[in-house]
């Protein structure tokens, strides 16, 4: 499997903010994560950090998406500021299996994230709507779960609303958007997912120009090799597994 990440700070001086985004290893393969925590700035980072280091542990003893997000979901409501934090997140955890033609079995569970889209390698794109609940934020909250193969060339892209909520384009109020989105990855189908997300993050700061926006963190997973990923430049990273 191969994947890429990239990653756009909101326009502050301390560079630091509440979208994220991991990938775990597990026997059978990774896991994956991707969140947008609510706020911006210190706090928002620090939660960033406990959500983080929080999946590190339980996912020792848990690899099962929908079950790691029930656990995470318990911890962030047990520490001890809880109460007076507020704060929650929306996340996609996914599982990645690999299969023996070459191809990915996906599992994913979502917490209250937009849905990650599917990329065929004949350009037609896919949602994958698993929904659920933001996690830290209620007891009783539930997580939704689907599940996805991968053929060799297809690729899961799991995005923040920072991409679809930029603001931008000729009047400069006008949102990136979600049919936006899907175009450009139509038209991306079959690229590598370190050139898929160069070429995201291209579109969506020319739409910018500039301007103010929210965090951005977007992730790109792909059946089969591609080989060895070369070091991002400034603002994104590339990961091969």
Known sequence: ??????????GDTLRIGGDFYDLLPTPG??????GDVCGKGVGAAVLTGRVRQSLQTLRLVEQRP????DLLNRALLDAPDAARRAQFTTLLLGALTREPDGGLLV???????PAPLVVRIDGRVEPVRVGGMPVGALTAARFAEAEVRLAPGDLLVAYTDGVTEARGGPSQLEMFGDARL?????SGAGLPPAALVDRLLQLVDEWLDGQVHDDIAMLVVAAGGAGPARS??????RLAG
């Open 1 to 10: 499997m191969t994947l890429a990440g990239g990653y756009r700070a909101a």
């Open 29 to 34: 393969g990774g896991l994956f994560a991707l």
């Open 66 to 69: 929908g079950e790691l997000m």
């Open 107 to 113: 599992r994913v569970a979502g917490g209250g994230h």
């Open 182 to 186: 899907r175009r450009a990855l139509a």
């Open 232 to 237: 991002g430049g400034a603002g994104h990273r």
